[in-house]
């Protein structure tokens, strides 16, 4: 898994490619998501258009992310998931957890609601 960090106005965009699975990359990406939140960058959105597989494990990480984030007085979105994806987060029922979207801007405009 490799991840790209960019700004959109006061949102971070995390675009993750490759799969989601868990292992050294869940340290990797909740450190990345401790060091925006030490900088006051509480709303991120996680782009998982390059993201083809994802594990319980994978699930897991994005709900720590989404945890570390709402704990920091933030948020965290998830945007462009799979079909595959978004199935996968309907039927483990966490749909009240990880907020989806179909675009990254969709995403970014719901921290504004």
């Known amino acids: ?17 490759g799969n989601l699975m868990g ?26 258009s390059g993201v083809s597989i994802i594990n319980s494990s994978g699930l897991g990480m994005l709900i720590k992310g989404a945890s570390t984030m709402k704990g920091a007085g933030g948020g965290l979105k998830i945007a462009k998931a799979s079909d595959k994806i978004l199935e996968l987060i309907k039927i483990t ?16 405009a719901s921290f504004k609601k």
Do not use: W, Y
């Not at 898994?1 to 490619?17: D, L, R």
């Open 23 to 48: 292992g050294p990359d869940a340290s990797t990406l909740n450190d990345k998501l401790v060091e925006l939140v030490e900088v006051k960058k509480k709303h991120v959105v996680i782009d998982l």
């Open 93 to 108: 029922k966490l749909t009240g957890i990880l907020d989806t979207h179909k675009s990254v801007a969709d995403a970014a």
């Open 1 to 17: 898994m490799k991840f790209k960090t960019t700004q959109q106005g006061g949102v971070t965009v995390i675009a993750i490619e």
